[in-house]
């Protein structure tokens, strides 16, 4: 497969996780999974150019997104309860993990305090 068509470590990552969400994974298996991605980034602290912090920025950026999406729209359902609401109800859980692991762990990586400084 030519590089230029690859996909980039981030965009894996992305693809996991949000596949993972959307079944309704458990937190605790989401917050693992985000956890398993740092590590792997943070033994190649700046493949292509893109430094684990910034990847972490990125991903935090866009499941803050999709989280605060779902949650209005759950907030615009009736008020029925819906094995649709449910899943929505599972998939928002999972989103809110994934966003708390990888706020965690930007705090915890090296340099953090002088990125928030």
């Known amino acids: ?3 230029s068509t690859e996909p980039s470590p981030l965009d ?3 693809a996991r996780l949000s596949k993972l969400a959307s079944a309704g994974a458990a937190p605790a298996r989401l917050t693992i999974e985000v956890g398993d991605l740092i590590a792997g980034w943070a033994s190649e602290p700046d493949m292509a150019g893109v430094t684990a912090q910034a990847r972490i920025e990125r991903l935090w950026d866009g499941f803050t997104r999709d989280a ?4 209005e729209q759950i ?4 008020g029925r ?3 649709a609401l449910g899943l ?3 998939q928002l859980a999972a989103l809110q993990a994934i966003v708390a692991a990888l706020q965690a762990a930007h705090e915890h990586l090296p340099g953090a305090e002088d990125a928030n400084a």
């Open 75 to 78: 907030s615009d359902a009736d």
């Open 81 to 83: 309860e819906t094995p």
């Open 12 to 14: 894996d990552a992305q």
């Open 88 to 90: 929505a109800q599972r």
């Open 1 to 3: 497969m030519d590089e």
């Open 68 to 71: 605060s999406d779902l949650q």
